[in-house]
């Protein structure tokens, strides 16, 4: 591989590309390089990019080198749409205008300048590359099962609003392009989506009358096609965790290259790596909802209406008896669902603290916590829904009680692996939130997740013949200096300095064989920011703690006219604050926003655009506001950091990380717990600064940063320069350099 240096310079194909929008950023020349050394050589990278730097162009123009050059196949996840849209809208096509291989030095077969290497297909002029967004099967709209929901709409849809519902899905299906939930209105219903969507468990394949038109295979056909695709972490890691499941019992080889949704690779870009841990998490383990089992009884058979499918099925003479057989097991299938859970919560001491507010979670020690009987009654139903099948009068219909037959049966192996505790590594536990009406009030999941995944992800990941890129702006524990980078080890998850920032994310993913590159931002952060700490809050303990709380709130509100992020750690904290400073802010003319308590909801993106729609406002946020929000100018001037970040030490999956690392003889909170934060405070700080003209200030509220001994660290992790204002002193200072 030549240098790819050359294309980021003033004179370079980037720069004739944007026009005047280009910036000259060392850091991006070099993250590139890197990376394209990496993909050659097969080795695993993380880079650490501070933020500004342009690190999508530095990843994506490597991939184009790999796949123009050498015809190989690049997947790039990320963890947030907004990412995802940033690619695929802006980034990608400007870069499929760029000659690639003129770029490159390449000469181009004969008469086909623009022939892709793999397979040598001609492509559309001046597109060298194709690129295609990745989404699951369950977001695309299935022609045939909306045909079939329309016409039995009386018999499946018990209420008037689901019935409007499908309506909507159906006067959109008439103009969509793409058939996909992105470009659908919202649902009055939107479970009605469920009996629409295109599943795998009863596609009829080429048999199917709309194959030709089904949206979903025609995303295969152009997935297959592509060399670079985009999709989200999710995505990536049930790929990879089904690969896995399914290498072990047809091939055996290591990473599990057979069986995935995604075709075959070469080179892995996973941008917002700093989720890659619980996202990998959440996906190589299992859950157990009683929404969705009740979601799922319920589309079967409704008792009081009598309507769902099973009262649409149309069964070959004298079959009746098996359909009235069927829902009487779907009836007893539903009490068993109740009664199970609620001897779940039981056994594991009721609702307990913080249902009201914030849900509440048990963890689960022992397997046989309690008896199973949900899989022994819905292996019954499933096997009653695969006999009901035989007996269909319409092919259509075998299908979907093929895929209920399926979804039955996941239903008792999931609830035998929990009960029974089957996973190895796992930790275990119920989750118990509170509903907004019906019912007895709360809804429970039941889950196990790995405690580590740096073992599967070695196995099913980093054993692969790819190249794997983890990039982020925060996957150090300390601060990015420029060039920092090691050909990586193995050393304790303490709290490293220099070169072994990375130690914790080498450590909880398990590429201990990786490179790490770490690249300062190129923003400058002691004109843009100023860090206001105040050292003379009271303990969180102590009484009239929250009052005092919401007064230093107000009054670094004030100082910016708004324009605020308030980051709390705990959402009854967040509320009782708000209850205390919602009438003055409001009286002030300062509109106040609250997470999951806004007046229209409409979840993250809304609270956003209402925030970004008057520069007075404040917005009071937990977990989901720390990162992968951006808000650039003067709309954001002033984030609020509550609390430093440390996860709950009760949290099930904490708890359980930190008594492994006692029984190996570690120290949980220096190898795990204050790592975490660190980052997860790099996070929120990174909120304010979001390009280089942004100006602001970070407030710290938690006196901890200076009067506990490990307080440096996080001091540590602020961006070189940044002035430190504290509220005990009339003085200032610029944080260290070392």
């Not at 963890?363 to 008896?371: A, F, K, L, S, T």
């Not at 520069?615 to 001037?637: A, H, I, K, P, Y």
């Not at 700080?685 to 001994?709: H, M």
Request: proline share 4%; aromatic share 6%.
């Amino acid at each position: 591989m030549g240098s790819l240096r050359h294309i980021f310079e003033a004179d370079g194909p980037i720069a004739a590309a944007m026009g005047p929008d280009f910036a000259l950023r060392p850091q991006q020349a070099e993250m590139a390089e890197a990376i394209g050394a990496a993909m050659a050589n097969r080795e695993h990278l993380l880079i650490e990019a501070g933020t500004g730097i342009g690190k999508s162009f530095a990843y994506l123009i490597p991939a184009i080198e790999r796949i123009v050059a050498h015809g190989e196949r690049v997947v790039v996840a990320t963890n947030t749409i907004a990412l995802q849209e940033q690619l695929l809208a802006k980034d990608v096509p400007l870069l499929q205008g760029i000659p690639w291989r003129s770029v490159f030095g390449l000469v181009p077969a004969s008469g086909d300048a623009g022939a892709s290497e793999r397979g040598g297909r001609p492509e559309e002029p001046m597109r060298e590359f194709r690129a295609e967004l990745v989404k699951g099967r369950g977001n695309y709209l299935s022609i045939r099962r909306l045909g079939l929901a329309v016409s039995r709409e009386s018999r499946l849809f018990p209420d008037e609003a689901s019935q409007r519902s499908l309506k909507t899905i159906e006067e959109w299906a008439y103009q969509t392009r793409d058939g996909t939930l992105a470009t659908l209105p919202q649902l009055e219903r939107p479970a009605v989506w469920d009996r629409v969507e295109s599943d795998s468990g009863n596609c009829m394949g080429r048999r199917c009358p709309t194959y030709d038109k089904c949206y979903y295979q025609r995303a295969r056909r152009r997935m297959e096609r592509a060399d670079l695709l985009i999709c989200n972490h999710a995505l990536f890691f049930s790929d990879l965790a089904l690969r896995g499941r399914r290498s072990s019992v047809r091939d055996g080889e290591p990473g599990g290259r057979a069986g995935g949704f995604l075709p075959e690779y070469h080179h892995v870009i996973l941008d917002e790596g700093h989720n890659v841990e619980d996202v990998a998490s959440e996906h190589f383990g299992i859950s157990l909802a009683e929404g969705r089992i009740r979601h799922l009884l319920g589309v079967l058979f409704h008792p009081v209406r009598h309507t769902g499918f099973l009262a649409s099925v149309e069964v070959q003479g004298g079959a009746q008896e098996l359909v009235d057989r069927v829902i009487r097991r779907t009836l007893e299938a539903a009490s068993v669902t109740a009664q199970f859970f609620d001897d779940l919560i039981t056994a594991v001491g009721g609702p307990g603290r913080g249902v009201a507010g914030e849900g509440g979670t048990r963890r689960v020690m022992r397997p046989n916590v309690i008896e199973n009987t949900l899989s022994p009654a819905f292996k019954e139903l499933s096997l009653s829904l695969a006999r009901l099948k035989e007996h269909a009068f319409r092919d259509e219909d075998k299908y979907e009680l093929n895929a209920y037959a399926l979804r039955a049966g996941a239903i008792a192996e999931e609830a035998e692996l929990l009960i029974e505790q089957q996973l190895a590594g796992c930790a275990y536990w119920v989750e118990i939130t509170r509903r907004e009406s019906g019912g007895r009030g709360y809804s429970v999941t039941f889950a196990g997740s790995p405690v580590e995944v740096a073992p599967l992800l070695r196995s099913h990941l980093f054993s692969m013949d790819v190249s794997v890129t983890i990039t982020s702006a925060t996957l150090t524990t300390g601060r990015a200096r420029q060039g920092d980078a090691e050909d990586g080890g193995t050393g304790a998850a303490g709290m490293p300095s220099g070169d072994r920032a990375f130690a914790h994310a080498i450590a909880r993913l398990g590429c201990t064989r990786a490179k790490t590159l770490a690249l300062g931002s190129s923003f400058d952060y002691g004109r843009q920011v100023v860090l206001h700490v105040d050292d003379t809050m009271p303990d969180p303990r102590s009484e009239g703690y929250t009052e005092e709380l919401a007064a230093r709130i107000l009054h670094h509100v004030r100082e910016t006219d708004g324009g605020a992020f308030v980051l709390f750690t705990s959402f009854a904290t967040m509320h009782a604050v708000v209850e205390i400073v919602r009438d003055t802010l409001e009286g002030e003319l300062r509109p106040v926003l609250v997470q999951g308590r806004s007046a229209g909801g409409g979840g993250r993106g809304k609270l956003l655009e209402a925030f970004r729609t008057d520069r007075r406002s404040v917005l009071f946020g937990t977990s989901s506001f720390w990162q992968g929000v951006d808000v650039r100018g003067e709309g954001l001037r002033n984030v609020i950091i509550t609390r430093l970040p440390f996860d709950p030490p009760d949290r099930p999956l904490t708890e359980a990380r930190m008594e492994l690392i006692k029984q190996r003889g570690g120290d949980p909170f220096m190898e795990d717990t204050l790592p975490r934060a660190v980052i997860r405070f790099k996070q929120g700080f990174g909120r304010l600064i979001r390009s280089e003209t942004d100006r602001g200030r970070v407030v710290v509220l938690d006196p901890r940063i200076v009067r506990a001994r490990y307080g440096r660290v996080f001091f540590d992790a602020v961006p070189s320069g940044v002035r430190v204002v504290l509220a005990s002193t009339t003085g200032s200072g610029a944080a260290s350099d070392d």
